[in-house]
């Protein structure tokens, strides 16, 4: 994954392919990285994002990879074999996210590339494999969480990334940092923020309960998204609670039963999305809505299951649209609508 100025694009480069001259720039980072140095994020920063240890019985790269077999790459690209990566009783293809903003060489070489497909926002992230979307979200939640942070909230100063990018350190005597000085730890670690998202549901199974919020106004062709209800973990509360209220304040209907179903990371920017079932059941209170608590949806409805599974077999429903196929919101809606649940 490659990261310039805040911009992200997925494209899987083989090191020993590119240009001595830049295969010297990588290889630059390597011995700052080793030493800690606090010019480590200079000319690139680099994120290790694991080890495949996939397809190492024949050809080794790309051909077999079941994590790299799918990916993008330009047509003029030509592959090489080479000997697995070994480190002690471990051997694959290790991966890594680039930051290129500061080297001006790497964004020239890179830009080179004119028949790539470029993956680098919340829709085009949806349109890959699960193994390429998966390295991306990876990549950017920890680029995003490096370009947030390079000084202490202990001390104010700089911070270096250390372990491949994974931690980050502060340079600062122990005696003069907070941070360091900590019984826990002397380092600091990615934050991912846990998002309730709720597929609501009558007792019956044959009502399901779905938003379109403030921010999704008709597009081109006058439909409306609706999708599931969703929002922020509180601190102190567990699923079930955030889940229950996030469903009585997005809508007004109360909930008695929830059930986890599934969960997907979110690399916007670091979110983990728990997906829920909420069971409504309808008394004449429970279920009557009233989106005014918070003002966040626009519009708010109970859709008969059936009318879901027209919009799921591609017919149409008034101006009426379900989020895209590969979102956890539509495996929980399309879940609803066929009672697995």
């Known amino acids: 994954m490659i990261q310039r100025d805040g911009k992200y694009g997925l494209l899987n480069l083989q090191l020993n392919t ?10 630059d980072w390597s011995v700052k990285n080793s030493k800690k140095a606090i010019d480590l994020r200079d000319d690139v920063t680099l994120v290790f994002l694991g080890l495949d240890e996939d397809g190492l019985d024949e050809q080794y790269l790309f051909n077999d990879n079941s994590l790299s077999g799918s990916f993008i790459y330009p047509t003029s ?23 290129v903003t500061h080297s001006q060489e790497l964004q020239t070489y890179l830009s080179s590339f004119e028949d790539v497909k470029i993956v680098n926002n919340m829709m085009s992230i949806l349109t890959v494999s699960k193994n390429e979307s998966s390295l991306f979200a990876y990549s950017k939640m920890y680029m995003d969480w490096l370009m947030r942070n390079k000084f202490c909230p202990g001390c104010g100063q700089q911070v270096i990334p250390v372990d491949a990018g994974t931690r980050l350190l502060c340079q600062t005597p122990k ?28 007792s019956d199974g044959k009502k399901i309960l779905l938003g379109n919020n403030q921010r999704h106004p008709a597009g081109p062709n006058g439909k409306r998204m609706f ?16 889940t229950l209220r996030e469903i009585w304040e997005e809508t007004g209907c109360s909930a008695r ?19 829920c079932f909420g069971i409504v059941h309808f008394d004449g209170v429970n279920e009557i809505i009233n989106t005014e608590l918070d003002n966040e949806l626009a519009d708010c409805r109970w859709f008969d299951a059936d009318d879901i ?14 989020p895209m196929e590969g979102s956890i919101a539509y495996e929980l809606i399309k879940s609803l609508a066929l009672g697995k649940y």
């Open 77 to 99: 690209y030509k592959l090489k074999e080479y000997p697995p990566f070994k480190y002690n009783k471990f051997q694959g293809t290790p991966y890594y996210a680039v930051d």
């Open 175 to 202: 005696e003069e940092c907070p941070v360091k000085s900590s019984a826990v730890s002397n380092v600091c670690f990615p934050r991912t923020d846990p998002v309730i998202i709720v597929g609501a549901v009558s």
């Open 18 to 27: 590119l240009p001595s001259q830049l295969v010297q720039i990588f290889h």
């Open 309 to 322: 599974k027209t919009l799921l077999n591609g017919g149409e429903l008034e101006d009426i649209s379900l």
């Open 227 to 242: 999708s599931c209800i969703a929002g922020f973990m509180e601190p102190g509360e567990t699923i079930e609670e955030s």
């Open 257 to 275: 039963e929830v059930k986890i179903a599934a969960s997907q990371p979110w690399p916007f920017p670091a979110n983990l999305m728990i997906g």
